[in-house]
T-cell receptor, first 119, second 110 residues
Framework: DTGVSQDPRHKITKRGQNVTFRCDPI?????LYWYRQTLGQGPEFLTY????????KSRLLSDRFSAERPKGSFSTLEIQRTEQGDSAMYLC?????????????????FGPGTRLTVL | GNSVTQMEGPVTLSEEAFLTINCTYT??????LFWYVQYPGEGLQLLLK?????DKGSNKGFEATYRKETTSFHLEKGSVQVSDSAVYFC?????????FGTGTRLQVFP
């Protein structure tokens, strides 16, 4: 397995446009997380899925944000009507839902991130 | 609520110097604690973790000990290299999610 992948790596958009990011987790991981990292800050939790079910959403996830994981594999994060304040690095991570094979549920593996710039 | 506080950076060291990056936490109970590292242009990589009090996590010459009494998880390395230059994040396991500190940038010069 090549790890968690994200696409695109960089996205520049104009204010008011919609953008969509994709994350492909490690194949055997049931849980998939989205975090947002702004400049000079640590990652902040946005939402997570266990299989296809979205189990928790942060207050940071406004109505303009929507995340899906329709088949329990890859996930998409869409931002509608982007604002300059949405400029950030969007990180995806995956982990197993149950401890097995030496992996624990609290150890997350991160992708390289998608850097969004809203002009 | 749960939170993590890290020392502000940047931390600037010469090669082979001793490194300490301070991290303290506030939490309900005794959550697992982590150090993640972010090299320029890359995602976060798990550096080490500790799951209970007095546990010591270690990897690549880095160490951190879970101190319940002082609610701390300071990162140490005896001799840093230029290749250790990166941003280091302390984190704790909240309810089904990681809670991160703000990160500490380490710059190591030859």
């Amino acid at each position: 397995d090549t790890g968690v992948s994200q696409d695109p790596r960089h996205k520049i958009t104009k204010r008011g446009q919609n953008v969509t990011f994709r994350c492909d987790p490690i194949s055997e991981h049931n849980r998939l997380y989205w975090y947002r990292q702004t400049l000079g800050q640590g990652p902040e939790f946005l939402t997570y899925f266990q299989n296809e079910a979205q189990l928790e959403k942060s207050r940071l996830l406004s109505d303009r944000f929507s995340a899906e994981r329709p088949k329990g594999s890859f996930s998409t994060l869409e931002i509608q009507r982007t604002e300059q304040g949405d400029s950030a690095m969007y990180l995806c991570a995956s982990s197993p839902a149950w401890a097995s094979g030496g992996q624990s549920t609290d150890t997350q593996y991160f992708g390289p991130g998608t850097r969004l710039t809203v002009l | 609520g749960n939170s993590v506080t890290q020392m502000e950076g940047p931390v600037t060291l010469s090669e082979e110097a001793f490194l300490t990056i301070n991290c303290t936490y506030t939490a309900t109970g005794y959550p697992s604690l982590f150090w993640y590292v972010q090299y320029p242009g890359e995602g976060l990589q798990l550096l080490l973790k500790a799951t209970k009090a007095d546990d010591k996590g270690s990897n690549k010459g880095f160490e951190a000990t879970y101190r319940k009494e002082t609610t701390s998880f300071h990162l140490e390395k005896g001799s840093v290299q230029v290749s250790d230059s990166a941003v280091y994040f302390c984190a704790l396991w909240g309810t089904d999610k990681l809670i991160f500190g703000t990160g500490t940038r380490l710059q190591v010069f030859p």
